[in-house]
């Protein structure tokens, strides 16, 4: 089978990694008081916009041009990740990471460089790597994904609506969300039962 899977909040703990941080820029250079907005109810990767809803774009541009790379490098792997990734690659299937993440100068590779060195440090295996993969359903359908891997509610709904079989990654941003329409999955361990249950049916 060929498994595709998004990376942060999925394979790395991105938004834990950025989430103190925000809080010192939003007391320390927005003059805030830390509250922030919609906790536990973020459909996409747009944490800042949806919990500090008062920042400009000139704050929002700022926050990430000063711990983007935090969140690319100093991120853990989300528990027995790494292990059940091996395990499922050994079992005969492909690995497809499949992430929207895009560089910030397009004629240069930093973004690409930064997760490739994240994933070989984590020991993640993996068989090809996807880079701003804005609309994941086009490149799920490019692949050949027999089941896929995210915790955004809009890329997991779209990939569900091609007929791909798809898991929604319980995350702090997500786990409020109304999503029975899509199936949720809260360890590595349950996601390596689920690819049994499909790769047996």
């Not at 994933?119 to 490019?142: G, T």
């Not at 319980?170 to 689920?194: A, F, G, H, M, P």
Request: proline share 1%; with cysteine; charged share 30%.
């Amino acid at each position: 089978m060929n498994i595709g899977i998004d990376i942060d909040d999925t394979i790395s703990n991105s938004f834990e990694s950025v989430f103190a941080s925000s809080q010192k820029f939003d007391i320390e250079q927005v003059g805030g008081n830390g509250n922030v907005k919609q906790y536990g109810r973020i459909a996409s990767h747009k944490y800042i916009e949806t919990m500090y809803p008062n920042w400009t774009e000139e704050q929002i541009n700022l926050f990430w041009k000063k711990y983007f790379i935090d969140m690319l490098t100093k991120a853990t792997p989300k528990t027995y990740a790494p292990e059940i990734i091996k395990k499922i690659r050994e079992e005969n299937n492909k690995i497809i990471l499949i992430t929207s993440r895009h560089e910030e100068i397009a004629e240069k590779n930093l973004i690409e460089e930064y997760t490739k060195k994240w994933l070989d440090e984590n020991k993640i295996l993996y068989d090809k790597l996807i880079m701003n993969a804005q609309d994941k359903l086009i490149a799920a359908k490019k692949e050949n994904i027999d089941l896929f891997i995210d915790d955004s509610t809009e890329h997991c709904r779209k990939v569900k609506e091609g007929n791909i079989k798809t898991l929604l990654y319980n995350t702090i941003c997500n786990q409020s969300l109304d999503v029975s329409d899509l199936e949720r999955v809260y360890s590595w361990e349950q996601i390596y039962l689920k690819y049994l249950e499909l790769k047996n049916n």
